[in-house]
């Protein structure tokens, strides 16, 4: 038997294993029962066989391989399976090294300053189009506390429509110069064309931040690992332009994890380090205003995969939609609000337009959650 498992619900207090014979089932439900108490079991039946759902505090669910390897009639794969669960889940000490210039994201949470060189991004197209002016924003994100500039060519918003890969360039390429020679922190390249994120690499762009999860161009996961590049690996269903149309899932969580899993496979299979992947839900892409809500709530389920976790809501429609603020700009405390909580839920890495601002949201939510 090979069970699989999975931490659901909301919140780290449940621990599902699927796939069990109604023998091992029962076997477990025995043996979590005839403990003193804090873990309760439940069992059901679904189409992969028995589902048993142990939930209990997490430092209580922590204990469960040992339980598991003190009982000769469970088998061992449950416990190494566990194990390797929560291993990932728990882990905090993440170390991103972008072409040299690493990001120590066990420490604090890190702020990614957006830089839209667009003329239609949804909330700041137009504003930096100019290279004095995108130069000038860039350098005071970093003053500000940037701790990554991620720049893009191409807007993604709703409907949008691909830009030609020339023009692309054009935009991002000399900042990226400029820029990566200039500041000391690593510039991330907002592209999901392989030939133009290798232009941006050979640049000095040290992150490649694909918002197809590496599947948009086949080429771009071997760009990544030709380059020894940083990637940031986001779920969307659909394409840019068709994407909010019907956004349909059976269990949001549950499918945007698969499709990361998938993406990181893919990554691996290229040869990226596991270790400079970064996983992001992608808040927006291809999802209606419940699923993003979600996604949010059950944020924390994410750590599951075993990457730190970005989080992109800043100035999002969803916040205008749920605080009637149509004005992008003006979503500011809407953004706030789910990035403090997003931290809560293990987001590593914030990607935001208000870099002062947010970067006091992720220093006030580090200081508490921190707190000893
Ligand atoms: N959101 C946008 C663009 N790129 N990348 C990641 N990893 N995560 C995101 O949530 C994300 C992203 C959309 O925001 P923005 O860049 O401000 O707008 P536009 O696509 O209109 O340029």
Redesign the pocket.
Same mark, same amino acid.
């Given at each position: 038997m090979e069970p699989l498992v999975r931490i659901v619900g909301d919140g780290a207090a449940a621990v599902a294993i699927q796939g069990l014979t109604p023998e091992h089932a029962s076997i477990l439900r025995d043996l979590i029962r005839s403990l003193d108490g804090g873990i309760s079991i439940s069992i059901r039946t679904t189409d992969k066989g028995r589902e048993a759902l142990l939930t209990g505090a997490l430092v209580r669910l922590k204990q469960l391989p040992d339980i598991f390897r003190s009982n000769p009639l469970v088998p061992p794969q449950m416990a190494q399976a566990t194990t390797a669960l929560l291993d990932k889940y728990l882990r905090t000490d993440y170390s991103v090294d972008c072409r040299g210039k690493v990001l120590d994201l066990g420490s604090r949470t890190h702020i990614m300053g957006?830089l839209?060189v #667009?003329p239609?991004?949804?909330?700041?197209?137009g504003q930096y189009a100019d290279m004095d002016r995108a130069l000038a924003h860039a350098r005071e994100m970093g003053a500000q506390g940037a701790d990554i500039i991620?720049i893009?060519g191409e807007? #993604?918003?709703p409907g949008?429509e691909p830009v030609p890969e020339d023009e692309e360039l054009l935009r991002i390429v000399p900042l990226i110069m400029r820029l990566s020679a200039e500041l000391p922190i690593p510039i991330s390249v907002?592209t999901y064309k392989a030939t133009v994120a290798q232009k941006a690499l050979e640049a000095g762009a040290s992150i490649v931040?694909d918002?197809s999860g590496l599947r948009f161009s086949p080429d771009m996961a071997r760009v990544v690992a030709d380059y020894d590049a940083a990637v940031?690996i986001?779920h969307i269903q659909g394409t840019p332009r068709n994407m909010q149309q019907n956004p349909v899932y059976t269990d949001v969580v549950t499918e945007v994890m698969a499709y990361l899993e998938q993406s990181i496979e893919i990554a691996l299979a290229a040869g990226v380090d596991q270790e400079k992947i970064i996983i992001?839900p992608?808040?927006?892409?291809g999802k209606t205003l419940e699923h993003n809500l979600l996604l949010l709530k059950r944020l924390d389920e994410f750590k599951a995969l075993g990457r730190p976790i970005?989080l992109?809501t800043?100035?999002?429609k969803f916040i205008g939609t749920v605080l009637n603020i149509p004005v992008a700009e003006q979503r500011i405390q809407g953004t706030a609000a789910t990035l403090a909580l997003g931290i809560g839920k293990g987001a590593r890495v914030l990607?935001v337009?208000d870099v002062e601002r947010m970067s006091q949201v992720a220093r006030m939510t580090d200081a508490v959650i921190r707190s000893a």
């Open positions: 957006i839209n #667009t239609d991004s949804f909330s700041d197209g991620d893009g807007s #993604t918003r949008s907002d931040n918002i940031v986001m992001d992608g808040i927006g892409f970005l992109g800043s100035r999002k990607r337009h």
